[in-house]
């Protein structure tokens, strides 16, 4: 379990782990509360959407991923609320944003995978795309960006920021693996800038503690 001494955390008995400077300069006051309590909703999440896998009885098509994915937001929403912080909506969904910085969460992988084999499906809508694109960070030193020429009506939309979240809030993500036999296997956190194959390179990134899941 978690536990708490002023703003350091302690993770199933380790020492206390103060929140790094990058997590205090994204989310202030509430850096230390915020990597405490996102592995605590990433177990809980997984504790339901585990729940909804045995209740389905299916083998093949298991309802795991898209449960996952749902409490898993909802989650980190609530988070938000106890926080005092907000939590807006965005095409349907809600995306807890602390002191300016939405949490994207993305289960990449459904085995315990390196954060670098991390894509995003050749699938996925318009809309996750278009929030690294407006709200995530530019590309890194030395890559360029699309000749003014080549740029479509398409792109320029993927870079328009969504005004539920706001022009000036930026993205956060919160990238993580599990099955719904074992849990999660992994949390990262940190900035990633969207690559035009839908791989990641990351400007930031952090490893946090996987929190037990709870008993039910």
């Known amino acids: 379990m978690i536990e708490w001494r002023g703003r350091f955390m302690s993770v199933r008995g380790r020492e206390p782990v103060k929140p790094s400077d990058w997590a205090v300069e994204r989310f202030g006051r509430h850096a230390g509360a915020l990597a405490a309590a996102v592995p605590l909703r990433l177990a809980s999440a997984h504790a339901k959407a585990h729940a909804a896998h045995i209740a389905a009885g299916l083998k093949k098509r298991s309802p795991y991923g898209v449960a996952l994915a749902g409490a898993v937001r909802e989650g980190l929403a609530d988070a938000a609320r106890e926080l005092g912080e907000s939590v807006r909506d965005v095409r349907g969904y809600e995306y807890a944003v602390i002191n300016e910085h939405a949490l994207f969460p993305f289960r990449y992988a459904d085995k315990p995978r390196p954060l670098d084999r991390a894509r995003l499906p050749a699938n996925a809508s318009p809309t996750r795309q278009r929030l690294f694109r407006a ?32 022009g000036s809030t930026r993205l956060v993500c919160v990238f993580f693996t599990a099955d719904a036999e074992n849990g999660i296997h992994v949390i990262h956190w940190g900035e990633a800038h969207l690559e035009p194959d839908r791989t990641f390179t990351w400007l930031h990134k952090e490893q946090l503690p996987v929190a037990p899941m709870p008993l039910e």
């Open 135 to 166: 709200h995530g960070p530019q590309a890194p030193d030395g890559l360029f960006e699309v000749d003014a020429g080549l740029v479509t009506e398409e792109y320029l939309g993927l870079h328009e920021a969504f005004e539920e979240l706001g």
